[in-house]
């Protein structure tokens, strides 16, 4: 097996047994202002404390570029911005715990409006930009959002209508409607002061709310709250190896879990400089965007690494990327392959992080440390208990499959499915949260990702539920019946695969299947519709009328069937 040892010099390394043995959550909680004054807000303690700092307030927090625009805001200026929002919200009757959603393209207003909803101790909910009508629709209305915070552009996907809950809409970008439903984010951050007394809070008070996918219901609201702080806080020390001087960089958007904890919070808990950029990848972008910064720590995910490998190694050499000194990645199963490139390519290890929205922060990682075994997601953070499990939570011996589990308590777990609180206690067996993921640890404590137990699919590292899909699907008025699996893919990881049922009346053509695909697109999101849509006389389902997705996946990729004994006549 081919291994990694650390790079020395380029770390603060630390001895991974002995910092398990040493490592206490009760240190964390030292480097946080509220340990002494007992004030909570996650907002003070990423922005506000380092705009108070003489020596911090004029440093870069954020360097926001995207093609048609760039920005650089200090801790001072995002202090006084987020002020000035939490004045707008409290103006327009914003209370504690509300849901306050943000639907804007990554730009630097939408780093204002995050932390000024924080700041009055409401709840933020970011959503990918690239949301549809539907997908829009069930977070909303599921939250009970009272205001969004959009562009007149995106506004077009908001069904109103639908939305009794919604109160206000801010728009960033101009205000053409004549109702006072509508706010106009320029000239009320105008008028409005830039000093707000921040609403404290209490530690298990909530923050944020993640929609995710699961196989089974619309998305479900992971719901997490300001105590995540402390393993933001630290994972940022010992897995990104933050210091004082760096420039980082996480490519993924707010809209997703990873894009809050380690694209806002993991790195301004630190006062550390922040690269955002907008737009679309592309690997001269990207590249382009390091050697303009100067990055020096990059956290990224497979999908986009692996595009970077099939772009070759010349269009590295057009860019000075010696700034960089650490590489992560999250989201899917790091190949061995891209971890041989990066040695090639950048003369430096790529770090695997495990971890899911519902876990709100890294629990399974290499630390810079950590020899390297590539294929295996590393070691369980110092104060995480990782094990593998059987189905009634008892522990497994090392290189035997099972569920992935986490002993229940760690700092930045979710602690609440919005509403559905049998969903949130179904994650919990005999005292393990249960990932559904499925692994091994081998007899050295490395853990190895084998798959998803579950129906999720896991496509360019997003997380899509195919009860969603297939939902969109049947409201096309040709399709009957839907089936959606993941389909592995060399690039993506996997893609979306459909199975369907026409109605009567309607034949198999080209023309068609494009149209389904177009509908899915457009009323869903572009990351959901299905790349391939097959036309099938049945759909697999069990006499209780489940649609049998494993048997659909299993004739898909000509593998034994299993057991069938629930299928339906
Ligand atoms: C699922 C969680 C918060 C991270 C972004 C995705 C898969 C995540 C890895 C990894 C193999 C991984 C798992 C997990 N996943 N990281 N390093 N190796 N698989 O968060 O959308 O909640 O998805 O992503 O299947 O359960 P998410």
């Known amino acids: 097996m081919q291994r990694i040892p650390a790079q020395d010099g380029k770390f603060n390394l630390q001895n991974y047994e002995s910092m398990r043995e040493k490592f206490s959550w009760e240190d964390v909680k030292k480097h946080f202002s509220w340990n002494t004054t007992g004030k909570v807000n996650m907002a003070y303690e990423a922005v506000d404390r380092h705009a108070e700092d003489p020596n911090k307030k004029d440093k870069a927090a954020l360097l926001y570029s995207s093609p048609d625009r760039e920005e650089n805001v200090t801790f001072d200026a995002l202090r006084r911005q987020s002020n000035q929002f939490a004045n707008v919200l409290k103006k327009h009757g914003v209370q504690k715990g509300d849901r306050i959603f943000l639907f804007l393209p990554r730009s630097p207003e939408f780093y204002a409006a995050f932390f000024g909803i924080l700041k009055t101790g409401a709840i933020a909910g970011p959503l990918f930009e690239a949301f549809m009508e539907q997908a829009v629709r069930d977070r909303l209305q599921d939250s009970e959002a009272s205001m969004l915070i959009t562009t007149p552009e995106l506004l077009e996907r908001v069904p109103q209508e639908d939305l009794p809950d919604l109160e206000k809409i801010v728009l960033v970008g101009g205000n053409n409607e004549t109702s006072d439903k509508y706010i106009d984010y320029d000239s009320e951050m105008k008028a409005a002061s830039t000093d707000f007394d921040i609403e404290w809070v209490a530690l298990g008070d909530g923050m944020l709310i993640h929609y995710t996918s699961g196989s089974t219901g619309k998305p479900k609201g992971v719901y997490h709250v300001h105590n995540a702080m402390i393993q933001h806080y630290a994972t940022a020390e010992w897995v990104l190896d933050l210091r004082e001087d760096d420039v980082y960089w996480c490519t993924a958007d707010p809209g997703w879990v990873t894009g809050t904890s380690y694209g806002i919070f993991a790195p301004w808990l630190h006062g550390v400089t922040n690269v955002i950029r907008g737009g679309r990848f592309s690997p001269d972008d990207w590249y382009g965007t390091i050697d303009k910064y100067n990055v020096s720590v990059w956290y990224t995910a497979p999908t986009a690494l692996r595009k970077l490998v099939s772009a070759g190694e010349d269009v590295v050499k057009k860019y000075d990327l010696s700034s960089l000194r650490h590489v992560m990645s999250v989201g899917e199963p790091l190949n061995p392959e891209v971890i041989t490139w990066g040695l090639k390519a950048f003369d430096l290890r790529i770090h695997d ?77 005999n005292g393990w949260y249960v990932s559904g993921d499925s692994a091994y640890k081998d007899e050295d404590g490395y853990f190895w990702f084998q798959g998803r137990l579950d129906d999720v699919i896991n496509t360019s590292g997003e997380r899509v539920g195919p009860f969603e899909v297939e939902s969109k699907l049947i409201e096309h008025p040709a399709v009957a019946e839907a089936g959606v699996i993941g389909k592995p893919d060399p690039e993506r990881g996997e893609i979306i695969k459909a199975f369907i049922t026409l109605n009567e009346g309607y034949e198999d053509s080209e023309e068609l299947l494009e149209d389904i695909r177009q509908f899915v697109k457009t009323g869903l999101s572009a990351h959901a519709a299905p790349r391939e849509l097959e036309i099938k006389d049945a759909i697999p389902k069990t006499r209780s009328g489940k649609i049998m997705r494993r048997l659909l996946k299993s004739w898909e990729l000509g593998l034994p069937t299993g057991d069938t004994s629930t299928l339906e006549e």
């Open 353 to 429: 992080t495990w971890w899911m929205t519902e876990t709100g922060a890294q629990l399974i990682v290499n630390l810079p440390s950590l020899e390297i075994r590539p294929g295996s997601m590393g070691k369980p953070l110092p104060g995480i208990e990782a094990s593998i499990v059987d189905n009634e939570g008892n522990e497994l011996p090392p290189n035997q499959m099972g569920n992935l589990a986490i002993k229940r308590g760690w700092p930045s777990m979710m602690r609440q499915i919005w509403k559905r609180p049998e969903k949130f206690e179904s994650y919990f067996v």
